[in-house]
């Protein structure tokens, strides 16, 4: 795990760091099992995960025999989710250690895996749902960049195709690379072409700050855990969701 120095260094160099593949390369010859990709406490990575795929059950309640994308799929948690709904996947990434470790996982035939960068997407009317979770963020640098990647995307949906994305939407401190508020970045999905049809907040970020990057108890990381998301469900509060869930057609 990374000493606390060198999270701040990172931290302070997100920008840079967080959209090149070397970035999450070096995270699977650190981290090992669901923290490769997401946070190092894999207590917390296991809420974070089940919270999810409660929302995809939200929006995606019956995908058999749907195509669907997995952008950015990291080790291919969420490809191998749906594969196990009947679903036929396809999952990329642009870290290539990342693509190792999901093949490695699924030994199947499906999901498929590619290494690719979301900005080499060419496939047009192919799928018929798109699922990013944590990517689009990550990848993006400016608004311009976010309008090339939403085309893209939205060229690969099938008319009446659905895409479902769970990104760190923010702008200012708690941004990642993308730093842009919700508002404008659902005008620019709109700009896209895509029709929005319900925004959610996930993950209360006050309580991730202090329980993402070191191992807890498992005892003490499931109340911090639920404690957010009781405040998130009693206050309503946009600004405490990290991830904003977006649900979209085309």
């Known amino acids: 795990?990374?000493?606390?120095?060198?999270?701040?260094?990172?931290?302070?160099?997100?920008?840079?760091?967080?959209?090149?593949?070397?970035?999450?390369?070096?995270?699977?010859?650190?981290?090992?099992?669901?923290?490769?990709?997401?946070?190092?406490n894999n207590h917390l990575n296991h809420f974070y995960h089940t919270e999810v795929l409660d929302n995809i059950e939200r929006y995606l309640p019956d995908v058999k025999n749907k195509f669907i994308l997995d952008v950015g799929c990291g080790t291919g948690r969420l490809?191998?989710?749906?594969?196990?709904?009947?679903?036929?996947?396809?999952?990329?990434?642009?870290?290539?250690?990342?693509?190792?470790?999901?093949?490695?996982q699924s030994q199947r035939e499906n999901p498929a895996y590619r290494v690719q960068s979301?900005?080499?997407?060419?496939?047009?009317?192919a799928y018929d749902i798109i699922v990013a979770w944590g990517t689009v963020t990550i990848a993006c640098q400016n608004k311009q960049e976010l309008l090339q990647v939403l085309k893209r995307l939205y060229a690969a949906l099938k008319k009446g195709g659905q895409i479902?994305?769970?990104?760190?939407?923010?702008?200012?401190?708690?941004?990642?690379?993308?730093?842009?508020d919700i508002k404008e970045f659902c005008q620019i999905m709109e700009d896209a072409g895509f029709h929005i049809q319900e925004v959610r907040h996930l993950h209360c970020w006050?309580?991730?700050?202090?329980?993402?990057?070191?191992?807890?108890?498992?005892?003490?990381?499931?109340?911090?855990?639920?404690?957010?998301?009781?405040?998130?469900?009693?206050?309503?509060?946009?600004?405490l969701g990290d991830y904003k869930s977006i649900f979209a057609t085309k």
């Open 1 to 40: 795990m990374p000493n606390l120095m060198e999270m701040i260094r990172n931290r302070r160099n997100r920008e840079s760091l967080y959209c090149t593949p070397e970035y999450w390369d070096s995270k699977t010859d650190i981290h090992q099992d669901h923290s490769v990709s997401m946070w190092p």
């Open 164 to 180: 479902l994305l769970m990104e760190p939407i923010h702008k200012g401190f708690l941004h990642r690379v993308l730093n842009m």
């Open 206 to 239: 006050p309580f991730r700050l202090g329980l993402a990057f070191w191992n807890w108890p498992q005892w003490l990381t499931a109340v911090g855990y639920y404690a957010g998301e009781l405040i998130l469900l009693l206050t309503r509060h946009r600004a």
């Open 118 to 125: 979301v900005f080499e997407l060419t496939d047009e009317q």
């Open 79 to 104: 490809s191998r989710y749906f594969a196990g709904k009947e679903a036929k996947v396809l999952g990329f990434d642009f870290s290539t250690k990342s693509i190792d470790i999901a093949k490695k």
